[in-house]
């Protein structure tokens, strides 16, 4: 079982939507988690934090659920700006950053 | 404004060559790390430093080595490039301590033919 997995998608939702991704990690000392977003040719970059209660900036809401050891990323009234891969980041306890293959979404005019 | 440059944004070179792939950062940040990214397999840790002089093996460090001779420069070598090497390399930084945000440079498309 891979350490960090994510549905590649891709999802394909029309303006306005809402869409919820989630990431799934093995690793049950993990104790740190980011969602970072990357756009087609260029680099990764830092979308947001995820704490352990939950944690929401603007239209972008970031859960944790330690129980069941996952994360999730909602995004809501989509916009086409927003199409995207969004990455799952998961830090081991004393480790380096563990990356999700990612999930593309592609918001439709 | 953070900024982490590469050297180069596309590169082609033969199997057999040496490939030196530059990073440089300009927030005296003292973490320093090299990536490889392929489709499906997401972002993969080659290498990384905590300081000068300092390095780390990540999780594929076969067939790479680093030098850290200066803070602001991690280098990434390719000493005998080969055909399953071509990918998008990624270098990033960050303070120190390991929960802080990274940042990346914009990459380099390797090509090895």
């Known amino acids: 079982r891979k350490e960090v997995e994510q549905d590649p998608g891709p999802f394909n939702v029309p303006e306005g939507a809402t869409v919820a991704f989630n990431c799934t990690y093995s690793?049950?000392?993990?104790?740190?988690f980011f969602w970072y977003r990357q756009d087609c040719r260029k680099e990764p970059k830092l979308l947001m934090s995820v704490y352990s209660s939950g944690n929401e900036d603007g239209r972008f809401t970031a859960q944790l659920n330690r129980a069941s050891q996952y994360i999730s990323l909602l995004i809501r009234d989509s916009k086409l700006s927003d199409s995207a891969t969004y990455l799952c980041?998961?830090?081991?306890?004393?480790?380096?950053?563990?990356f999700g293959p990612g999930t593309r979404l592609s918001v439709l005019p | 404004d953070v900024k982490v440059t590469q050297s180069s944004r596309y590169l082609v070179k033969r199997t057999g060559e040496k490939v030196f792939l530059e990073c440089v950062q300009d927030m005296d940040h003292e973490n320093m790390f090299w990536y490889r990214q392929d489709p499906g397999l997401g972002l993969r840790l080659i290498y990384f430093s905590y300081d000068v002089k300092m390095k780390e093996k990540g999780d594929i460090p076969e067939g790479y080595s680093v030098s850290r001779e200066k803070k602001e420069r991690f280098s990434l070598i390719l000493e005998s490039a080969s055909t399953n090497q071509t990918s998008m390399y990624l270098c990033a930084s960050s303070p120190r301590g390991g929960n802080h945000e990274q940042y990346f440079g914009p990459g380099t498309r390797l090509t090895v033919t």
């Open positions: 690793n049950s000392a993990s104790q740190s």
């Open positions: 980041v998961v830090i081991p306890y004393g480790q380096n950053f563990v």
